[in-house]
């Protein structure tokens, strides 16, 4: 036991003096959160719009009105001739242009029926769509405002709510993918990093000559990294909680010992990778390359999974971040307790155990 | 134990290779309890690979080996609690001061620096002025005494260094060495690889080591002895002209330069031939001696053969 402890304290050392990687593992996370929250954001504000009013009547001023008051537009130009709209588009400032059609007005009173088109830019397809649906969602609003006094014969009205999120907010997506990614690199590229440094600089070679038992060696190396990914965790919840107002809705001690469970789970993939690697630029590569990119891609954090191909669909099962952003998001987001997610935690914990009985037993006692 | 009781290592036809390479080709040898055995051979002569597997840092590829009257591959457990090992690559942790550093290697054997201070005072002494360095930003001579502190910490019945003065000035080699008589002393079984082989008259047996094979086991004595001819040191005012002048020579078996001076083993034992040789060569201030070879020319002359 003195021996394990001896061989933590080292650790932390090592952890402790290497102050660059220091203000990287404690800075990355504030930084990503404060990008994914502010930077990066599927809402739309303030898109510049042109529009090429014909009519220039009451009516036409009317939605006009309602379109920049809303928050999401803002006037860049007034165009007088069709012409123009081409090359405002080019120049870019510009994501739409709304165009009224000759005495708009005067058509809707006698034919009761006037057009408005509306062009968007769709090289950015997402925004694009999200941009045409909001004005066509504020120019049917305020055609039902119009007819509040006549009656219809008939009328669906569908009322939407948005459970779990009613604003609609990114950020409540990027918490817990954020969490899910930065903990997956930390713990599996640190100790898989700090593992090959050893032997790297030949330090392995004493390790094992000397009396250690690989099991102390590997679980002197994780121990530090599951307090530093856990301190990192709780950063990032905190961060969310005081900046984006990201809700715990469930209980704060199973989203913790979720947290955990990952964390242990991607510090056994470390040591796995480190097992089968010989120097920290390839524990380096494979950390990044076959972890951080299907956590990203994959992982349901980014792109839904029910939207991918069914192979990648399949893919995604073996993927841990996936199971692990289905936990944080219902705990998080919906207040589930453990009776909910009690599926996902129990393949977290298998993936766990598997990878850890894996690299105990592809740790070697020996240099070759 | 009681059976080989005097013998610390015993090997027997040791062979491992890698791939097509026989890194050690059948070694047998045996080391008495506090013996001081250098390894003395070029790079690559299977020195590392040999102490890897007398380490159990490597299986053999066939062949036994016996530490202690430990078996290197089933009782590699008992072995790493009895071996004190200083491989050839500084291996310390650099971002450690060198007291940590200590500490921690102390602790992982279970022992404690105090508890066996008396066994480094010697060698710890010299570097405790900076024990709160980091060991990376020690001088190549402190970085060895560091890695040696830290190899016998734990009062080891066999200490194997691997190279351990590569790269170290001439002053703290021979520190070095002085500090490795004295541990002998004290009963501990030291084996030790070098380059140089100068050192090999420090040790009480050499083993010459060559591509995996061990080609002379003996006291540095005897192997001074057995140099069977005679040995000149020339020298001329144009060194480098009297290097390819006696290599092409035909009566010359053996020259190299050896400091300032050719050192020469010639067929016909006749030295007078060689000055009207050299004479006919245009060489002016022709020195020519006979000399007692030392372990190098003996080496040398090994090596050759």
């Not at chain 1, 005081?242 to 789970?265: A, D, K, N, R, Y």
């Amino acid at each position: 036991m003195k021996r394990f402890k001896g061989f933590v304290i080292k650790e932390f050392y090592h952890i402790f003096r290497d102050y660059r990687t220091m203000v990287i593992l404690f800075g990355m996370p504030l930084v990503q959160i404060l990008i994914f929250g502010f930077a990066i954001s599927t809402e739309i504000n303030n898109a510049g719009i042109a529009i090429l009013d014909n009519s220039k009547d009451a009516v036409t001023q009317k939605i006009t009105n309602k379109l920049l008051s809303s928050g999401y537009f803002k006037l860049e130009a007034n165009l007088s001739d069709y012409k123009e709209i081409e090359p405002m588009f080019r120049k870019g400032n510009i994501k739409e242009v709304i165009i009224f059609e000759n005495n708009f007005a005067k058509k809707l009173e006698t034919e009761k029926k006037a057009n408005i088109q509306i062009i968007a830019d769709a090289s950015d397809p997402n925004t694009a769509s999200l941009i045409t649906s909001y004005t066509s969602n504020i120019i049917n609003n305020y055609q039902l405002e119009m007819m509040k006094n006549q009656q219809l014969p008939m009328q669906i009205n569908p009322e939407v709510k948005m459970l779990y999120n009613e604003e609609l907010k990114s950020v409540f997506m990027f918490v817990p993918g954020t969490i899910t990614v930065l903990l997956m690199l930390i713990s599996a590229m640190m100790t898989s990093i700090s593992i090959t440094r050893e032997k790297e600089l030949g330090t392995m070679e004493i390790l094992l000559a000397s009396p250690l038992k690989p099991i102390q060696i590997i679980v002197g190396k994780v121990v530090p990294y599951v307090f530093i990914s856990f301190m990192i965790a709780v950063i990032i919840l905190i961060l969310g909680f005081t900046v984006f107002g990201m809700p715990v809705q469930g209980s704060l001690f199973l989203l913790m010992g979720e947290c955990l469970l990952f964390i242990l789970m991607a510090l056994s993939l470390g040591i796995l990778i480190s097992t089968v690697t010989q120097t920290q630029q390839t524990a380096m590569m494979i950390s990044m390359f076959a972890l951080m990119l299907p956590t990203i891609l994959l992982s349901g954090f980014i792109f839904p999974i029910e939207n991918m191909p069914l192979p990648l669909q399949v893919f995604s099962n073996v993927i841990p971040p996936k199971w692990f952003i289905i936990i944080i998001k219902n705990i998080m987001l919906k207040g589930v307790g453990l009776g909910y997610i009690w599926k996902e935690t129990l393949i977290l914990l298998g993936m766990t155990l598997f990878f850890i009985v894996l690299s105990v037993k592809k740790f070697k006692i020996r240099l070759s | 134990m009681n059976s080989n009781k005097g013998i610390s290592i015993s090997v027997k036809n040791l062979s491992k290779s890698y791939g097509n390479i026989q890194a050690i080709n059948n070694l047998s040898f045996e080391i008495g309890k506090a013996e001081l055995f250098g390894f003395i051979g070029p790079d690559g002569a299977g020195k590392t690979t040999l102490f890897r597997i007398l380490t159990t840092l490597l299986l053999p590829d066939s062949g036994s080996a016996s530490l202690c009257g430990f078996d290197i591959v089933k009782d590699y457990k008992k072995i790493r609690q009895i071996i004190g090992y200083m491989p050839g690559k500084f291996s310390l942790y650099q971002d450690l001061s060198v007291e940590e550093n200590l500490k921690f290697f102390a602790t992982i054997f279970g022992t404690t620096i105090e508890g066996n201070y008396d066994l480094i005072k010697d060698i710890y002494i010299q570097i405790e002025p900076f024990k709160t360095r980091p060991a990376g930003k020690l001088s190549g001579g402190m970085k060895q005494k560091l890695a040696l502190c830290c190899a016998m910490i734990h009062k080891p019945e066999v200490l194997i260094l691997d190279e351990p003065t590569t790269g170290v000035d001439a002053v703290s080699r021979k520190e070095f060495w002085e500090m490795l008589r004295k541990l002998k002393e004290s009963g501990i079984t030291i084996i030790v690889s070098t380059p140089y082989m100068d050192e090999a008259s420090l040790c009480d047996r050499v083993a010459l080591i060559q591509g995996g094979n061990i080609m002379k086991t003996d006291t540095p004595e005897n192997i001074i002895n057995q140099f069977d001819t005679a040995l000149y040191e020339v020298k001329t005012n144009t060194m480098f002209q009297l290097m390819s002048d006696l290599k092409e020579w035909e009566n010359t078996e053996s020259a190299y330069l050896f400091g300032q001076y050719m050192h020469l083993t010639i067929n016909n034992k006749d030295s007078n031939e060689l000055e009207s040789y050299l004479q006919s060569k245009m060489h002016k201030d022709i020195e020519i001696k006979q000399i007692t070879p030392n372990i190098e020319d003996a080496f040398m002359r090994l090596m050759g053969k």
